[in-house]
């Protein structure tokens, strides 16, 4: 039982990786553009992101994309 709970969080992982590497491309960002936003930008623990998309790091990048390549903060219809 162990290893089929280990095998599904692993595909999950992966999944949540591929999810955030073809937002980052859709948007134009690197990861450390990314880290770089949330070193200078950090959110409480209060802070809603919203959510469209299964990882919460996919969320985060999708709801600030555009104020991550300097366009200002971002709207509803950013989203996608």
């Not at 770089?36 to 992101?49: A, D, H, I, T």
């Amino acid at each position: 039982v162990k290893s089929r709970v280990q095998m599904k969080l692993y595909e999950a992982k992966e999944r949540a990786k591929q999810e955030v590497t073809e937002i980052l491309n859709r948007h134009g960002l690197t990861i450390k553009q990314v880290e770089e936003y949330n070193r200078k930008n950090p959110l409480n623990g209060m802070s809603r992101v919203p959510h469209h998309i299964v990882s919460t790091a996919g969320n985060f990048i999708q709801a600030n994309a555009r104020e991550m390549r300097g366009g200002g903060l971002t709207s509803p219809s950013a989203y996608f």
